[in-house]
Nanobody, 124 residues
Framework: QVQLVESGGGLVQAGGSLRLSCAASGRTFSSYGMGWFRQAPGKEREFVAAISWSGGTTYYAESVKGRFTISRDNAKNTVYLQMNSLKPEDTAVYYC?????????????????WGQGTQVTVSS
């Protein structure tokens, strides 16, 4: 059974940084694309970043470009989201997901397993 466990969320002041981690099990991690999504209260889940199986292709939402970096360590079955210059509007529950197939993708429908999420709160 595929399991994804996020960690690293918390409370940070605007301008600060956090690094989220997502540990995967139950699937050959290095064969699949991975993504990060987020959902703020009262809003729909939205795409944040995605990475292909090798890390050679990455995509970012316009709202996080230049501030967030997605990476992966296939030896550790872990994907990361480094978040810098955080803004109050980044406050949300952040979810990682594993995709059907090796490529990166921005649409939630391309992903078949999701973690439980980790809360990120950015104070002004």
């Amino acid at each position: 059974q595929v399991q994804l466990v996020e960690s690293g969320g918390g409370l940070v002041q605007a301008g600060g940084s956090l690094r989220l981690s997502c540990a995967a099990s139950g699937r050959t991690f290095s064969s699949y694309g991975m993504g990060w999504f987020r959902q703020a209260p009262g809003k729909e889940r939205e795409f944040v970043a995605a990475i292909s199986w090798s890390g050679g292709t990455t995509y970012y939402a316009e709202s996080v470009k230049g501030r967030f970096t997605i990476s992966r360590d296939n030896a550790k079955n872990t994907v990361y989201l480094q978040m810098n210059s955080l803004k109050p509007e980044d406050t949300a529950v952040y979810y990682c997901a594993t995709k059907r197939g090796p490529t990166a993708a921005m649409t939630p429908a391309a992903y078949d397993y999701w973690g439980q999420g980790t809360q990120v709160t950015v104070s002004s």
